[in-house]
């Protein structure tokens, strides 16, 4: 009977284990995108993005590489000292993972010279993360940013 059971509970723990993804997994790698952005962690996407990345769309001159990646990010957290993103859905096919998340904050800031006007946003994203040897190597995402503008109070109804 104990061999019964210890082989049941080694079987549950290894189906357990089979469905935790592997960290080097493209779902998992991207969700590393969205967790580096939620906790201001610019070494985190020095991890996980290729020297080479590319944010799509962006303008022909603007830098590649996760130096690109930073910048952003301390941008948008100079704005938006409180600024979060949360995954709501992710869905992986092959080595591209489509997620899409809610970004908040409050501009506290100027943005995209716009001054700061304390009031708070609610937007969503959706992005597409291409994977290639363990590294972010393109994004292409779409950010609600109309929403935005008229939350933060620089566009009218």
Do not use: C
Request: glycine share 6%; aromatic share 8%.
């Amino acid at each position: 009977m104990k061999s019964l059971i210890a082989s049941i509970a080694g079987s549950f723990f290894a189906v357990q284990a089979s469905a935790t993804p592997a960290a080097n997994e493209p779902r998992q790698i991207a969700s590393q995108w969205y967790e580096a952005f939620a906790h201001h962690d610019a070494a985190l996407l020095e991890k996980i993005l290729a020297p080479s990345w590319v944010d799509i769309p962006s303008p022909s001159d603007a830098p590649h590489g996760p130096e690109a990646a930073k910048a952003a990010m301390a941008m948008l957290v100079n704005a938006f000292p409180d600024f979060d993103i949360k995954i709501e859905d992710l869905i992986q096919d092959g080595n591209k993972v489509v997620v899409r998340s809610t970004i908040t904050g409050t501009q506290r800031q100027a943005f995209a010279g716009l001054p700061a006007t304390g009031r708070s946003m609610r937007i969503q994203a959706v992005d597409i993360h291409e994977i290639e040897n363990g590294k972010i190597v393109r994004t292409w995402h779409t950010e609600d940013w109309m929403t935005g503008l008229r939350e933060l109070g620089h566009l009218s109804r």
